[in-house]
């Protein structure tokens, strides 16, 4: 990082993700690492370069944008679930490894954020959710600002779940 040029760095959010929704029975091995060294790979490299700048500065905060696919899944997310499973391990991992040096490493795990039109969405999207409705981007920028500002301090190596209780959810065929 040319940090003449950029300054100070005291947050990252790594967001960066992609998914390759295939069978495990064609899924290809170059598919699986393209997703793993995104979602990752990526995380964790961009997670280092960051924090040796926050070491140099006395300390900084790290949220890890993974996916309540780390936790429960569909079809076809094989890559994806593991990507994101070791994302929330990478968290706590760096956690351990970086808070002598001042540094706090959190994960968000996302369930169903919408990025398009939300007003393409049906009522039953919604009412699925145990929170009535269906999560924005807003919902997880929110809880960034919660987990990188100043009264979150104590709150480090941690995995919040923002999914309008849908992990939470028991679903059974009536």
Known sequence: ?????????????????????????????????????VNLRGAFLCAREAARVMRRQGGGAIVNIASTRALMSEPGTEAYAAAKGGLIALTHALAISLGPDGIRVNAISPGWIETGDYGALRSVDHHQHPAGRVGRPEDIARACL??????????????????????RKMIYAE
């Open 146 to 167: 919660f987990l990188t500002g100043p009264g979150s301090d104590f709150i480090t190596g941690a995995n919040l779940v923002i999914d309008g209780g849908m992990t």
């Open 1 to 37: 990082m040319n940090q003449e040029k950029y300054g100070t760095i005291h947050i990252l959010i790594n967001n960066a993700g992609i998914t390759c929704r295939r069978s495990p029975y064609e899924l290809t091995v170059d598919q699986w690492d393209e997703v793993i060294n």
